[in-house]
């Protein structure tokens, strides 16, 4: 998926790709990287994935809530993807590998904030600490010497579909770098959040998220925390909400309706992003965990973690993720790993919305569909 461009202003030459929301993302990353590991072994499908039923923890939910928190009640549950029912699914399961095998996972009970980020909350904490996000930020000559001094301009990735329908081989048909796009401006210069206070707050890196979450006395959860909330209770569930991906006519999340990525008709409601909550909760009180946003995590990516995890044949208790982070597609960005998929998520490119699936980005990177919720330990009310 990775491809460079011949005719765009780009910083610096290096590419990133996050692979997000139905598309590959394109940012030219600036900040200088860590020595990476060499190789990573090639995943293949395990031919035994199968889901074993969830075991909740019996503790009694700690009260009081904290405010727009819910009780996740941890336990042991099966973590991973099945392998694709249809040979001819390329698009969807049939490129997350990196989800399998399935493997056995225990997490203790935790809080978790019931939607995403939003606008209005992001807002309080600029206020009160003076934040600038990685996207306002300017870079300067001294950190990027290889940079033309023109190109030297704060700004982020935003999703830009084409006028007619394109091959979807090439993601620089519809992501595009923007100058001043940020949080405060998700399509860039001229832009606002003015109406939209109940939006996720997008174009968020990894810094950013973790500054919120310190400020906020919370933290960003785990890869295994976050899908164990994320499905509810149901044990191999295919989303959050069940097997069905509409329930009784209905649509359960903001993803991407028409011809990937000219057309979104609408049909769940929404063309584009979407205020939080707008869709009925999963079994734990938590909303959009499938589509709108993708979300960050605090793990590091590698698509071989869980065969290494699986290879132990036990079960792994509160898993961190990797020490080091390693993407073969893009050996030398430090990545960590999305979850939940965004509005632009369809079968017919990404199918992510899927509760056992992944995402991976630079951590460096925000893009306008993207964002993150926040966790808290029991008792650190």
């Known amino acids: 998926m990775s491809k460079q461009p011949t005719s765009r202003k780009w910083l610096v030459p290096a590419i990133v790709i996050v692979v997000a929301g139905g598309a590959g993302v394109a940012y030219y990353g600036l900040r200088s990287k860590p020595p990476m590991a060499a190789s990573v072994p090639v995943i293949a499908a395990s031919p035994a994935d199968e889901f074993i039923a969830t075991v909740e923890n019996t503790d009694q939910r700690p009260d009081p809530a904290p405010d727009g928190m819910v009780w996740i009640p941890g336990g042991e549950f099966s973590m991973g ?35 995403e980020v939003t606008n209005e909350q992001f807002s309080r ?19 990027y010497p290889t940079a033309a001094p023109e190109n030297l301009k704060p700004g982020s990735v935003v999703f830009a579909p084409p006028d007619r329908a394109v091959p979807l081989d090439d993601h620089f048909q519809w992501w595009a770098w923007v100058d001043d796009a940020d949080w405060r401006h998700p399509a860039g210069r001229g832009s606002s959040i003015k109406g939209k206070e109940k939006f996720p707050v997008v174009h968020i890196a990894y810094e950013d998220a973790q500054a919120y979450a310190k400020w906020a006395g919370k933290r960003l959860p785990t890869e295994a925390e976050w899908e164990f909330a994320a499905r509810g209770g149901l044990s191999g569930a295919l989303y959050p909400w069940g097997n069905n991906f509409k329930e009784n006519g209905q649509w359960m999340a903001n993803v991407h309706q028409g011809n990937f990525p000219n057309i979104d008709t609408g049909a769940d409601a929404f063309v584009g992003i979407a205020a939080v909550a707008q869709y009925p909760p999963n079994g734990y ?40 982070p390693f993407d073969p597609s893009e050996p030398a960005e430090r990545k960590r790993v999305h979850r939940g998929g965004s509005f632009l998520c369809t079968d017919q490119y990404c199918s992510r919305y899927a509760v056992g699936t992944r995402g991976k980005g630079e951590i460096t990177t925000g893009t306008n569909h993207l964002g993150f919720r926040c966790v808290m330990k029991a008792g650190a009310t």
């Open 81 to 115: 993807a099945r392998s694709p029912m249809e040979a001819s699914d390329l698009v969807g399961m049939q490129a997350t590998t990196d989800s399998r095998p399935i493997h056995r996972v225990a997490v203790d009970g935790f809080w978790m904030d019931a939607t």
């Open 125 to 143: 904490f600029v206020q009160e600490t003076r934040y600038v996000t990685v996207a306002e930020r300017t870079p300067t000559a001294a950190d």
């Open 285 to 324: 009180g938590l909303y959009d965990v499938g589509g709108n946003v993708w979300e960050w995590t605090s793990d590091w990516y590698r698509p071989d973690y869980y065969r290494e995890l699986a290879a132990s044949g036990a079960v792994t208790r509160n898993p961190k993720g990797p020490d080091v």
